[in-house]
């Protein structure tokens, strides 16, 4: 089996509340645009939290067909909509590619709840129905690991084809388990990412009873407030991200254009607690520190973190701390931000969306920002970019990404040199 083959990134693919494929959700970055408004997809007049970062004039039918989209959970419908934008950015044509090539192609796509929707719909089905009217396509919707296999039959991708459910870690988890694959020689090149839909009654309710939310209702689009003294929780948000990454020798023979490599994944474990972070960020410390060894590069050879900097008061500080641990002084000279300020949480699309925005950062040589910020806090001192974003020759950027549980996960990318 060969080993350490170089990975590079040729294709991306992005539905998000604040642009509805990876260039418009670049653009939406580089205006410091809010996607955060008042929640439509139900009446939230019971609920603590009233808003969440929709999706603005989404539209299934632009890649999918009406009966297709009938018969998926809506995070599905997310799944197979980037994985035809990423199929498309990546100049790829599935009908020309011979049955030993799509033999080559992986499939690694997650979401870290799956169907929330179809779940809710069916309990809601059997309380006041009974048990003989749940749908015979109930389970299939639901599992987390159907978008996977949907995007599989779609192209008919037959290399290696799963997901990693890790919570909000799983974006970052899908895409370091498709440049491990491909590393190994398992395929030539893999699709990977991760998208969720929990914008539902259960969704916030469910956040809402663990007080993880945000509930300044007065003020929606500045709700997330990554850094800032006065944040008070993540305000929930929808959509997905899809990356194609390929072989380096593979790419080249197709002429694919190679947005950037990727060359290192960290991962680990907190031990500490099921959704609390270790104040002292020693998970996030060793899944950072790992990435960095995996890479083999120095820490003051990164310019720029997308953190994961979720805008709640313990997990903004317990990341910052661990950066000050893994960077020293350097964590001062980087650029840091936190893109949730705009999208909003999207749990298990969260790392495949950051990752695009870390791709685009080294494309473009500009950090996006973190907005949203007013209020100093002493214990979050770092350069997180605040409120408009900055020009930066970008060489490496790094991309954060935990769950709850204690998933730890971080993927460095770098400007690709032949």
């Known amino acids: 089996m060969r080993q350490n083959r170089r990975v590079v990134v040729t294709g991306l693919g992005a539905v998000t509340p604040v642009g509805l494929t990876a260039d418009d959700f670049w653009e939406g970055m580089m205006a410091s645009r809010s996607g955060a408004r008042p929640i439509t997809h139900f009446d939230t007049e019971a609920f603590e939290t009233k808003f969440a970062c929709q999706l603005d004039g989404f539209d299934p039918l632009v890649h999918l067909d009406r009966k297709s989209v009938a018969r998926i959970d809506p995070f599905c419908v997310y799944a197979l909509y980037v994985a035809a934008q990423v199929i498309e950015d990546a100049g790829l044509n599935p009908d020309e590619m011979t049955t030993e090539e799509k033999e080559r192609v992986a499939v690694i796509f997650g979401s870290g709840i799956g169907g929330m929707q179809i779940f809710q719909n069916q309990v809601e089905t059997f309380v006041n129905h009974g048990i003989r009217r749940l749908s015979p396509f109930f389970i299939p919707r639901l599992i987390p690991d159907i978008a996977s296999g949907q995007i599989s039959i779609r192209y008919g ?4 084809n799963y997901c990693v459910v890790s919570a909000c870690a799983t974006g970052n988890n899908n895409i ?7 590393q190994r020689g398992y395929a030539d090149a893999a699709l990977v990412g991760g998208s969720e839909a929990p914008v539902t009654e259960m969704g916030v309710g469910g956040f809402n009873a663990m007080k993880a939310l945000s509930t ?4 929606p ?13 993540f305000v929930l948000g929808e959509g997905g991200g899809a990356l194609y ?9 197709r ?3 190679i947005y950037a490599e990727v060359i290192g994944i960290g991962m680990s474990g907190d031990a500490y607690h099921i959704t609390a972070p270790d104040p002292e960020g020693r998970g996030v410390f060793l899944a950072l520190q ?3 060894r995996d890479a083999d590069i120095q820490a003051t050879d990164v310019d720029y973190i997308n953190m994961h900097g979720t805008s709640t008061p313990l997990g903004d500080v317990a990341e910052t701390n661990a950066i000050k641990k893994v960077f020293g002084d350097h964590a001062y000279k980087m650029n840091l931000s936190s893109t949730k300020s705009m999208t909003g949480h999207l749990l298990g699309a969260a790392g495949a969306i950051e990752a695009i925005a870390t791709i685009q950062a080294i494309v473009h040589g500009r950090i996006p920002p973190t907005i949203n910020f007013e209020n100093d806090d002493p214990e979050c001192d770092l350069n997180y970019t605040f409120n408009t974003p900055q ?21 460095i990318f770098a400007r690709y040199e032949d």
């Open 176 to 182: 370091g388990d498709g440049y491990l694959v491909i």
């Open 221 to 233: 689009e500045t709700a997330s407030r990554p850094f800032d003294k006065t944040r008070d929780g």
């Open 216 to 219: 300044r209702n007065d003020s």
């Open 157 to 160: 991708f037959r290399g290696p």
């Open 290 to 292: 790992s990435a960095l």
């Open 391 to 411: 020009d930066r020759d970008t060489r490496i950027g790094m991309s954060n990404a935990f769950g709850f549980g204690g998933h730890n996960t971080s993927v």
């Open 255 to 257: 002429g694919a254009k």
């Open 245 to 253: 990454l390929e072989e380096l020798e593979h790419a080249k023979a």
